[in-house]
């Protein structure tokens, strides 16, 4: 499942979703990246595909000092379109788990 803007320039997927909620609980691109299995250059990448399809930014990030320490959030866009994949698939899943009862 994903989602696509009018112009049918993909939007958001299970990746996308994934690294979102990562995101949201870490406070961090690393560890999301971490978690999810891809490269923060893959992450970077598609994030700004999503936001270029949007037309607004996802993500905000604060650099870290000489020690690290960068912090990343979504925006209330990026938290929107997270809490409306989430919510679209659960109702695919009550939806296949009705169609396949006996």
């Known amino acids: 499942m994903w989602f696509e803007n009018e112009r049918s320039n993909y939007i958001f997927g299970e990746?996308?979703?994934?690294?979102?909620?990562?995101?949201?609980?870490?406070?961090?691109?690393?560890?999301?990246?971490?978690?999810?299995?891809?490269?923060?250059?893959?992450?970077?990448?598609?994030?700004?595909?999503?936001?270029?399809?949007?037309?607004?930014?996802?993500?905000?990030?604060?650099?870290?000092?000489?020690?690290g320490g960068g912090k990343t959030k979504l925006t209330e866009k990026g938290k929107e379109l997270l809490e409306k994949y989430d919510m679209c698939r659960e109702r695919l899943k009550d939806f296949i788990d009705f169609e396949m009862a006996p």
């Open 15 to 67: 990746m996308p979703f994934e690294l979102f909620r990562y995101i949201d609980d870490s406070g961090t691109l690393e560890a999301a990246v971490k978690k999810v299995g891809c490269s923060i250059a893959f992450a970077r990448k598609k994030i700004r595909e999503i936001e270029v399809n949007v037309g607004e930014r996802i993500i905000e990030g604060e650099r870290g000092g000489q020690g």
